[in-house]
């Protein structure tokens, strides 16, 4: 399968001339495709058909969440109603102020926090809001010298990536024996400086931190604050809850635990949560149930303002919200538990070691002698999609498999014949995998030293 | 109902799955100590599909009826039908980020494609796959010039006139970075360049204007902007979108060495404020751009075949290092602009443009002919919306229009903001007249 | 513009075109003679997409917005999300009837299935892929039982109650085979099976009833009437819909030789009538059966592979001999069926028809309640449905309550009929207050 | 490729009990799949990747106009003011009559007739109302001894079909050598006896009846009336009407001509238009615009009755106008003329003799010593679609191809690759066709001998 891009099918130059405008305010022209409908139609059905989504089978991304995303969510989020302008006045978004009041309501109880924003746009916006927040708080209580986030080691790159963005620096946590948190550790890294603690929990292992109330006192005593990281909160819903553990900050991904579809790289959004202290620091606007009954965006007392030029991905939060309604408690449970069962269930199917556990909603294989890469790039010919490769680095060739509750045991058992199949192929037929789909293996080293960008770089020798 | 309904599993399932792992219940196996396991309810009650789309149609239902003529950054054109049904085919929407390009290549392609569309209206040799939004990219942006500027330097200037949530947004991006952030005020309309000229030193790491303006006029001294910031070794970035980058000067040609802005223009609409942050820069700045890049490369039989590139500048590789936190982007968003650019194909795109101008200029013009009215209040040439004087306080007129089912911006005591596209423009005349009576 | 927007073709591309052709222009490729050359115009204005959908979209919006208690043979149900998700997927909707099976496996899947699901519904051996709706189906059953009978006969038997448009069909269908339709009485709702039994002979091809009835009622004599039917050789054709078979009296059990009805209770909804024709009928008859007919077989390769059959039967192999004219039906509409069932489950479909049952019930009592209202009229068990005696003039009533805004059918002097499903049963309270004041 | 059944993916057994019916009334048990609705997006979307629609690519299937669907019309079909039921009172549904008698009007002038109905649910329906209003015509007139219909020996079987059910025998008119009506032989048909002639123009081979006057006078002095099969008139849209060539009633396919999607077998949509002779005999109801601009629904005077259960397929209908409203009469002008420039262009490339000429918006071409129906099966291989095959008779090996409008040069191209590849190989590869699609070339003999058309006749030995 190959599709030619749209400009290979014919660009036409429009020459920008006769406008309203005098000519020193516009461009020379345009050059740009100009397909026909039926032509766009048919290069983008084609494309579809060369791409892998949830609906094409198991997709056991270790730490994405690629769970079933319900159709109905769409059609409420293409609803005429949710078309409206962010500068309308409050009395006239009425719905869409009560639909963002009750998720934030929701997603409060969910965390056990005291008050959620739903303006981050995405998970790592979240965090760049939580540890904003943090930050504020901070030097509101004259503490602008803590200058230390601490990461633990197996965390995710976003989680250093903030904390820099933020302006901290980052302090890293090597992980203990059993792949938790070492206390000992972080007693260590913990301190005057220490802003905050980010964490994973379960961790990036699928391992809950037993310690997580020694670990909040460890860091509240220094001062610091704990962040806690939604990526994996697929694991814990209606079962255990991140306010009641001791962190102080959170975020949500619903693009991993609240279905939402993640569109091949968003959007998403990522709301954050916060313990009471905190909830004068968040961004702006919150939205309030007046005394009247009606809805108002305010702005609270210490807002940090904005990380989003308005409320975040608004058609996205609609999603959540109208799962969350679907689901109800008993789903939401449910959901969890199924994710955790899945995973329990395929690791022992799976011919890989598997040295952590008692994992709950992924677990970390390693691959051993095989390159962990390879062995992905193998189960793309066995009909699969491979989990997450390489990563955390504190597993040897880490195949790191969420298989997430919306599969079955016919997606399961299809997903642990193509680990055994995989397991049981030489060097020879990993490296040169995948053979059986629309491309081969792809060229990393030529596409990053030999940029081609737009089609406009293209003169390529490739067979197009 | 009493789980999820989007597990296949049946009861004989779970007890099977049960048996192979060795668990009596789904709960033992959680590894959770009971003083923080959670024995309460979030009190969320489920519903069936019905009832929850009834439930949350009835919550927008409340949202008022109104014909918009808001703009001011976040804009609506008419969306073609195929934009919804091509996008929302499932390989497309239900995807994850191409970290395996051998089964991603479609979405790959129209990233590709994208980044190509915004690389042709810019002139710039590199666009990004998306930022969140305007105001994101805007704060990207002065990071990135932070990072490529060979000698520190510690303030951003941006116009007076930029709306202040994007001026928030930014401020608390450049805020890790120690940068502070000055504006430069505007005169009538766009930016004041003698002015600027003076605040401008060589701390200045960049400088920003938008073409047409937050109050919807076209900037006409880009390239002299441009040397204002270039001669203090700042950057110049661009402020604009996709549809007006159709038919104003290619920022290429007058000097800016970013642009960002919101694509939303094209796919979405205005969405609540939800948007596209649109990212492109000079390809001398690669391998410090922030997000995601989608690169031609070939496979293993010699095809040609695409694949996310350079994520070595990305968190999850290089975590605190990284150019950017940014993981999770718009992409779905960049798909669906890219599809209703190749609907609009170029002629469409500088048909609607030219419209853009002609409207507002019409509307004005309609407007000014009321008495106590006088539009544009700014002598510059306007893309799709412009300010109104009136001489009834503006809250109050923009009250009365409301009641008509109309909406439009307060942005002074006496100044209200228009903003007509080819999605509001078939209700020009009643909203004429309602304005007729409103002022 | 100037012509489609739906052809790929530039200027260029049009040149060159006719230069291999060897024309000078289009409009020489046409081999029309003079004398009927077409020179005028249609008077039909070319619109954009957005003109032409707001055009169309403005004519619908003149439809009053009622909430609808109607039902008699077209039933609304709710419709869940992934029914036009999934059906809406180019590749089945703008494909052709399945005539090369190897590249149109999935269609031919989908349409075995729903054959499956009739089958089972039925219990009957053979089901088509459908045919356009009730009154066709019936009509083509009535031919069917001409052709399979042993001896002629001319006459079609139907119950009095049946709706004026199916007989109508009827009768189109059955002319050209010189075939009568004759009524049989009803006795309080469901057929008078004593006149039934003076009123069918040898002549009589088709004995037709209805489960439930075009009133609501469920038919307790089914196999009573397939009894008198069989006696004098003519078949026994049962009215119904997979709702209400999920249900009732499996129609194999009663001794029905076809099934007809409309299938479109799943999958669609009422949509001003359009159908979805169910067919099924005795394993027998399979090489009379009128349409469609999916089988399963092998390919080259010893895979499973599901194909057209017995084409044979087809207008487009045997012409004048065909079993109907028949080619394109309602296939879409039958796979949207089987998607909705699929989601259903059989414990969705039979909760689904139980609550068929009680919420006319309900209703019919509370009505029952309102002074000078009797509910229901039929001393029966009801599906969906019911008839209310009321004595004020019905039609007095219904225009009153169409004035509140909800619409019920007027069936006689002081009958209404009222429809009550999952689609309306949220508005049930008001509907009763507004009965409670128009009554 | 291959999916297994829902019903191999687990079936339940539902007991009915314990419902609020008498046990006497209800049935004992249901047995069907559960799958939940993860299984069911999975299921049919990879059933949908199994087939080949209009976006897929070429489509170029003789007499069936496979054309590109315009999206938008879905969306308008879509709009919750469409779905209305029946038996609402005339005032209530005055947007549902406005477009109807809108259509009904469109639809006249295009075809030049004088009074049309909306209500046959497919072409097939269309030509069996068109035929029923003929015979009622010639009873109301006295003329009930005429009981032939007379059809071309290459006309669609359809025609002939309909023709035998309405009650008519039928006779066969042998084309002439120029693949034409042949006047002398329509003379010698045509009679006392003879009720209509049925015409398809272009006919089959997509050659003009250049005669069709003469024709008309033949059967007209004949005291018969003229019928036209409106399969072919994507070729003639504003250059020539129906109507002005003689005829008397029509039907036209609003799922070819007028861009509706075909369903994979429906549904479509089947108008008639009739001349004003005949309008008295039109179906019930016709929708009339009254005196003081409402719409009503009423019935003519002399009815044929119904030939549906309503007033056909109400949502095809929305879609037909809507690509009217889209295209005008230039659009609709420009389609047809690009559909006869892609004919007869395509025409130039394929390797294999087209007998006859000149077409317009199709081309029969002979396979001559190769088999049509392998040649089609090859062409599977060479990732298009084929043409119809083996029809009309009158072509040895034909194959009936159609590209229509909707193809640019680029898929001309890649039909006419296809025909020479299939042109150039040999009987065995023909043979063995096809070899790269998801099935391989189906066993029809064992289908049709041993039936199984329900998943309950499965018990097979296939691998599946």
Not at chain 1, 160 to 186: H, K, W
Request: charged share 25%.
């Amino acid at each position: 399968a190959h599709e030619p891009l749209l400009s290979e099918k014919g660009e036409t130059t429009v020459a920008v001339e006769d406008t309203p405008l005098p000519e020193e305010l516009t461009r020379d022209s345009v050059t740009l495709p100009s397909p026909s409908e039926p032509e766009i139609a048919e290069h983008y059905v084609r494309l579809s058909q060369m791409n892998y989504g949830v609906d094409t089978g198991p997709y056991p991304l270790g730490s994405c969440t690629m769970k079933y995303n319900p159709r109905f969510t769409e059609d409420v989020a293409a609803h005429p109603d949710a078309a409206v302008h962010p500068d309308r006045s409050d009395e006239s978004v009425q719905g869409t102020l009560a639909l963002l009041h009750a998720l934030q309501d929701s997603l409060a109880r969910i965390g056990g926090m005291d008050a959620v924003t739903l303006q981050p746009p995405a998970g790592a916006a979240g965090e760049f809001a939580g540890i904003a927040i943090a930050k504020a708080y901070h030097e509101a209580n004259g503490e602008g010298q803590r200058h230390e986030v601490v990461v633990p080691d197996s965390a995710h790159g976003t989680n250093f990536a903030t904390a820099a963005m933020a302006g901290y620096d980052v302090v890293s946590l090597p992980s203990g024996e059993d792949g938790r948190v070492d206390l000992d550790a972080l007693e260590a890294a913990v301190g005057e400086e220490t802003a905050a603690l980010m964490l994973t929990n379960p961790n990036t292992l699928g391992l809950f931190e037993r310690d997580i109330e020694a670990v909040a006192d460890v860091v509240h005593d220094s001062g610091g604050l704990l962040y806690y990281d939604g990526a994996n909160l697929n694991a814990l819903l209606g079962r255990a809850r991140p306010g009641d553990m001791g962190f102080d900050v959170m975020h949500f991904n619903v693009h991993k635990t609240f279905a939402t579809p993640h569109g091949g790289g968003g959007p998403g959004a990522g709301p954050v949560g916060v313990t009471a202290d905190l909830a004068d620091f968040l961004p702006s606007p919150q939205v309030r149930e007046g005394e009247d009954g009606d809805y108002e965006r305010v702005t609270p007392a210490n807002s940090i303002g904005k990380v989003h030029g308005q409320l975040g991905n608004w058609l996205v939060l609609v999603k959540a919200y109208a799962y969350l309604l679907r689901l109800g408690d008993a789903g939401l449970r449910d959901a969890s538990g199924k994710a955790v069962l899945n995973a329990n269930y395929l690791a022992e199917q799976v011919p890989y070691d598997v040295p952590y556990g008692p994992f709950h909603h992924e677990f970390v294989a390693s691959a051993g002698e095989q390159d962990a890469a390879d062995v992905a790039k193998r189960m793309l010919d066995y009909a699969v999609h491979p989990p997450t490769t390489k990563w955390p680095e504190t597993v040897e060739e880490a195949l790191m498999t969420e298989p997430t509750e919306a599969e079955g045991l016919r997606g399961l058992d299809q997903l642990a014949a193509a680990f055994e199949r995989a397991a049981a192929d030489d060097d020879a037929a990993l490296a040169n995998a995948p053979e059986k789909t629309a491309a081969r293996r792809i060229d990393q080293t030529s596409a990053a030293r030999d940029l081609r960008l737009s089609w406009h770089a293209l003169d390529d020798d490739s067979d197009a | 109902m009493s789980g999820t309904p989007y597990a296949p599993h049946t009861d004989a399932d779970v007890e099977a799955m049960l048996d192979v792992v060795g668990a009596d219940s789904i709960d033992d196996l959680f590894d959770i100590p009971e003083s923080v396991w959670f024995d309460g309810a979030f009190g969320i009650d489920e519903h069936t599909e019905r009832e929850a789309r009834r439930e949350v149609e009835g919550t927008l239902a409340r949202n008022a009826d109104l014909t918009e003529f808001l703009g001011r950054g976040h804009y609506a054109h008419y969306v073609p039908s195929v934009v919804d049904d091509l996008s929302g085919r499932s390989e497309f929407l239900t995807s994850y980020t191409q970290y395996q390009p051998e089964v991603t290549q479609g979405f790959l392609q129209a990233l590709f494609e994208y980044q190509s569309l915004l690389v042709e209206l810019t002139g710039l040799g590199v666009a990004n796959c998306s930022m969140y939004d305007a105001a994101t990219a805007l704060g990207e942006a002065a990071l990135l010039a932070a990072r490529v500027r060979e000698t520190t330097g510690d303030t951003v200037v941006v116009p007076d006139g930029l709306r202040a949530e994007r001026e928030s947004v930014l401020r608390n991006y450049v805020a890790g970075a120690d940068l502070d952030v000055e504006s430069v005020p505007m005169a009538d309309g766009t930016l004041d360049v003698p002015a600027l000229r003076e605040l401008v030193d060589d701390d200045t790491v960049l400088v920003y204007a938008e073409s047409p303006t937050t109050r919807g006029a076209i900037e006409a001294s880009l390239a002299e902007i441009a040397d204002v910031a270039h001669e203090h070794d700042a950057l110049f970035c661009l402020g604009s979108d996709p549809v007006a980058l159709s038919l104003l000067q290619r920022p290429a040609d007058v000097g800016a060495d970013v642009v960002v802005g919101d694509a939303s223009v094209l796919g979405l609409g205005t969405a609540y404020g939800m948007g596209l942050g649109l990212f492109a820069c000079r390809e001398a700045y690669v391998r410090q751009v922030p997000g995601r890049l989608v690169g031609a490369s070939t496979d293993a039989a010699g095809k040609r075949a695409y694949t996310l590139t350079l994520q070595t500048r990305e968190q999850h590789i290089r975590r605190e290092r990284a150019t950017s936190n940014i993981c999770t982007n718009q992409a779905w968003l960049a798909l669906r602009a890219a599809i209703h650019a190749a609907w609009l194909g170029p002629d469409g795109l500088v048909d609607l443009a030219e419209r853009m101008v002609e409207l507002p200029r019409d509307l004005a013009s309609r407007l000014d002919a009321i008495t106590g009215v006088r539009a544009p209040v700014h002598d510059r040439h306007h893309f799709r919306e412009f300010v109104a004087h009136t001489d009834q306080p503006a809250g109050a007129v923009a009250e009365a229009l409301e009641a008509e089912g109309f909406a439009v911006h307060v942005v002074g005591g006496h100044e209200v903001q228009v903003c007509v596209t080819d999605a509001n423009d078939a209700h020009v005349e009643e909203f004429v007249a309602a304005f007729e009576e409103a002022a």
